[in-house]
Each structure stands twice: as C-alpha cells, then as structure tokens.
C-alpha cells in the first residue's frame, strides 16, 4: 500500500512541476508520521535499551581488565620476591596473577549470561568471586602494608577495589537493563494503536438464488361433479361425511370440501330416506 508521502510525489511528478506550499507540508507530515511510527516500536524501543546495556558491558568490561592488567606487575613482584631475575621462579610469578584473574573473568562471563536470562547463581558462584578479589587485593598491597606505606596501600588498593565493586555492580546493573529491555517493551505495546488502512467497504449481498422455471405443464382442472363422483366411490355406510373426510378422499381445496360435503351428504340421507 501506497503512503501518503508517495502519493504526493506521484501526483507532483503528474502535474510536471514542484510541489506547492501544501504539498510540502502534506509531504512533511506524512513522512514524520511514518518516522513516529518506526520511532515508537515496541522492538525499536527494546533495542535501543539493548544497546545501552550493551555500551555498559564494554565499558565495565574495559574497566575491569585494565584494573587486572594493573595488578599483575604488583602480584609478580610478591610471587617473585627473593629470586634473580630472569630465572625461574622469577618468570613462573608472572603465571600467578592470571590464574586468578582468569578464573574471575570466567565467573563475570557466566554471571553476564545468566543475568541476562534472569537466572540466580549458586552460593559457590559468589564465593568464587569474592576469594579470587580478596586474593587479588592482599596480593597488590602486601609489601605496602609490611613497609608500613599509606600512600603505596591507597594507590595498591584501588585498582582491586575497583575491579571489586564493578564485578558486583556488573550483575545488578545486567539484571535491572534485562527487566528494563521488557519493561519499555511492555509499555510501548501497550502505547501503540494499530492503524488501520483506510480502505472502502463492500457491502455483502446474500447470494440470489435463480428463479426455477416451472417446467410441468398445467393439469387439467377438475371439475365440481368429478370431484362429487370420486366422494361417492370412496363413501361406504357408516361413514360421516364431512369436509375434512371429503378433502383427504378427493384432495380438493377448503372452500370446495363444504360444498361437496354438503351435496353428497343431501344424496346420502335422500337414499336412505328412499329404502
């Protein structure tokens, strides 16, 4: 179907010359109305809070490996404490901080999924979390606190804090868009007024049925006498004669059956009067 903004443009390109003032603004209306209409889907609304609660995964996802990476010199530096560099042991404490790191970031991935579906994790689940934040933490800031240094425990201390709260904050935040993505859904559902196309109704008609044609020829009409013969042919003694008995033996109308009734009665009597 055709709308209004093409009609327009048809009937001008008709006419050979530009739209008119009118046209324009026939034109302008048409096409924001359409706009609007796409504007204020339900599924254009849902999908813009999707994109939202997907820039909100990135940049909490950014933050947090950028808060691991920070941590792993200091965790290399407590793992390989003592030992010459370039050695073994030296090159194995850099193993340490992502193994825990890895662990951590496998536990965010599953908790985006299941927040996403609104499903609740197991007790392990936090637990996991928690060890592998709190090992994070006291692994960045144990030479600071030996040394007894403020500064060097503040500034150890907020990358793992950080990668903390936002790991907490992550799953609520997931949990709250996902209800958010239904809810704006639900309300532009409910919002929005089905149109529809303004279209001519035809009126129905009962099909006709043709006429059938009498084909049988007329029967021949019967006569007052024939139909007093057949009433005295089906007469036998003991019968009352009446128009109702005269219609079922001969078949003739109401008006008929009174008369013949009523001569065939005059004969029956004057019989029996005879004998």
């Known amino acids: 179907m055709r709308t209004?903004?093409?009609?327009?443009?048809?009937?001008?390109?008709?006419?050979?010359?530009p739209p008119g003032p009118a046209a324009k603004l026939a034109a302008d209306a048409a096409?924001?109305?359409?706009?609007?209409?796409?504007?204020?889907?339900?599924?254009?609304?849902?999908?813009?809070?999707?994109?939202?609660?997907?820039?909100?995964?990135?940049?909490?996802?950014?933050?947090?490996?950028?808060?691991?990476?920070?941590?792993?010199?200091?965790?290399?530096?407590?793992?390989?404490?003592?030992?010459?560099?370039?050695?073994?042991?030296?090159?194995?404490?850099?193993?340490?901080?992502?193994?825990?790191?890895?662990?951590?970031?496998?536990?965010?991935?599953?908790?985006?999924?299941?927040?996403?579906?609104?499903?609740?994790t197991g007790a392990w689940t936090r637990r996991a979390k928690w060890?592998?934040?709190?090992?994070?933490?006291?692994?960045?800031?144990?030479?600071?606190?030996?040394?007894?240094s403020v500064s060097g425990v503040v500034l150890h201390s907020v990358p793992p804090l950080v990668v903390f709260v936002a790991a907490e904050a992550v799953t609520d935040l997931r949990d709250k868009l996902t209800e958010a993505v239904a809810a704006a859904f639900t309300e532009a559902s409910m919002r929005t007024v089905p149109v529809a196309a303004d279209l001519p109704t035809k009126a129905v008609h009962e099909p006709v049925k043709p006429k059938q044609r009498n084909n049988k020829r007329p029967q021949n009409r019967v006569s007052f006498s024939e139909y007093l013969t057949m009433a005295r042919e089906a007469w036998s003694p003991g019968v009352v004669v009446s128009p109702a008995w005269v219609r079922g033996v001969t078949g003739c109308s109401r008006g008929l059956s009174s008369r013949l009734a009523t001569t065939l009665a005059a004969e029956v009597q004057g019989g029996d009067g005879d004998e």
Not at 4 to 17: C, P, Q, S
Not at 55 to 73: E, P, S
């Open 131 to 148: 060890f592998t934040l709190a090992a994070t933490y006291v692994m960045n800031t144990w030479h600071s606190w030996a040394a007894g």
């Open 4 to 17: 209004a903004l093409e009609k327009v443009r048809e009937g001008a390109a008709t006419f050979g010359r």
């Open 31 to 120: 096409e924001a109305a359409e706009l609007r209409a796409y504007a204020t889907h339900p599924d254009v609304i849902a999908l813009r809070v999707e994109r939202v609660r997907a820039q909100v995964d990135r940049l909490c996802w950014a933050g947090i490996v950028l808060g691991l990476g920070f941590t792993m010199t200091n965790v290399q530096s407590f793992a390989a404490a003592g030992t010459s560099v370039w050695s073994l042991p030296w090159l194995a404490a850099w193993l340490l901080d992502p193994t825990v790191s890895l662990v951590l970031l496998a536990i965010l991935r599953a908790e985006q999924v299941t927040a996403r579906y609104q499903v609740r």
